[in-house]
């Protein structure tokens, strides 16, 4: 099953953020964090878009950083302190799913892998946090600024009716309450920034590719869409969820997710966590 034909895009505005804006894509060769990069580049508010990625294989355009080494996310986050002083954007999508050394789903218990295990936190939990570290200090101490990770729904506990899929579920809400504590301690040193994750559904990449065959066509997203309503750009999800944040907004929209159940809060009190949902390495997520 293929994504349906990409309607024209409409440019992501990001007006409550302001003009000048310094922009960090962080696995900008994959699927979603490329689409994300282009869309940004057409943004009349976005100055600079930092492209950064641990593949090299553009390294003129694209600043290395691996998920594995802390030494590259400090190096990196030094770079672009250098360059740009502030970020006011930081978008992590990277992700992993399944991978060409036999990493899959799992199906049952008995699949069940340390390594996998191990591979799915350091690369959806750990990594992300990491960047987190080293990056959240170049965010400025007024004004609006976010930092956002894709997520997925099936990281949410609550929400889980069918199992499996155990290193990538729990990696996810791994990376879900991490985010929800960073958000505490973001906003304490700026009430405005934003630190939060994302739900892109399910996108044509080659992360969801094994899994697309029960996909109706209308919920399969190319990049270029699931880049727009991350953005601001496309409509809010017809079920009453949004699927992204609206990045245009002056406010966070807070989603009561059926797992992770939070209420309805200021962003100086610290903003929840967005929805996940279902989404290899190299694709970013679906």
Known sequence: MTAPPVPAVERPKLLSFGNGLNV???????????????ALDRSPAVARVFRLSRSQADSDHCLHLDLDDEASIAAAAAQLHAA??????????????????????????????????????????????????????????????????LSARVGSIEDNQL?????????????????????????????SALCIALHPGTVDTPLSKPFQGGVPGDKLFSPAQAASHLLGAGPPDP??????LRLGRTTHPVLTARGLSAPRRSVRRGPPCQRPGPGSRTGGHG
């Open 24 to 38: 960090a894509v962080i696995g900008a060769t994959g699927g979603i964090g490329g689409a994300l990069a282009e």
């Open 84 to 149: 740009a002083g502030i970020l006011h954007l930081v978008l992590v999508t990277t992700g992993i799913l399944h991978d060409d050394s036999g990493l899959q789903p799992e199906k049952s218990w008995r699949a069940l892998s340390g390594v996998a295990l191990d591979t799915a936190f350091r690369l959806n939990s750990t990594g992300p946090a990491l960047v987190a570290k080293h990056f959240l200090p170049l965010l400025p101490r007024q004004g609006k600024a976010a930092f956002a990770a």
């Open 163 to 191: 199992g499996g899929w155990h290193a990538y579920r729990a990696s996810k809400a791994a990376l879900n309450m991490l985010i929800k504590t960073l958000s505490i301690e973001l906003a304490r040193r700026n009430p």
């Open 239 to 244: 079920s009453g969820y949004r699927r992204a």
